[in-house]
């Protein structure tokens, strides 16, 4: 059963940056697709990014691109996410999910419904 940890969150100013962790333990971390995802208070959990098996392909939301990088180190179980340049809009928590089956699919996806396992988030908060 694989569990996600997640790491890195904080508060930190405008313009700012914070690389966030999500630890795999117990399962087949380096077949699966990652994504990362966040939740404003009062909002719906939205896609952030999104990294397949081999880190070959990554996925960005358009918000987010050119200032966060999704990266995946599958000898150490672990996929990160740096973000540059944050703006207080980028105040959320922020989840990783693994979508574990099938294993091995070229193509991440990049709806929550298609990811199996979830952390429990992390606390990213970005003051202007």
């Known amino acids: 059963q694989v569990q996600l940890a997640e790491s890195g969150g904080g508060l930190v100013q405008t313009g700012g940056s914070l690389r966030l962790s999500c630890a795999a333990s117990?399962?087949?971390?380096?077949?699966?697709?990652m994504g990362w995802f966040r939740q404003a208070p009062g909002s719906e959990r939205e896609f952030v990014s999104a990294?397949?098996?081999?880190?070959?392909?990554?996925y960005y939301e358009d918000s987010v691109k050119g200032r966060f990088t999704i990266s995946r180190d599958n000898a150490k179980n672990t996929v990160y996410l740096q973000m540059n340049s944050l703006k207080p809009e980028d105040t959320a928590v922020y989840y990783c999910?693994?979508?574990?089956?099938?294993?091995?699919?070229?193509?991440?996806?990049?709806?929550?419904?298609?990811?199996?396992?979830w952390g429990q988030g992390t606390q990213v908060t970005v003051s202007s």
């Open positions: 117990g399962g087949t971390f380096g077949s699966a697709s």
């Open positions: 990294i397949n098996w081999s880190g070959s392909r990554t």
């Open positions: 999910a693994a979508d574990l089956w099938p294993p091995y699919r070229e193509a991440a996806p990049e709806t929550a419904s298609e990811y199996n396992k």
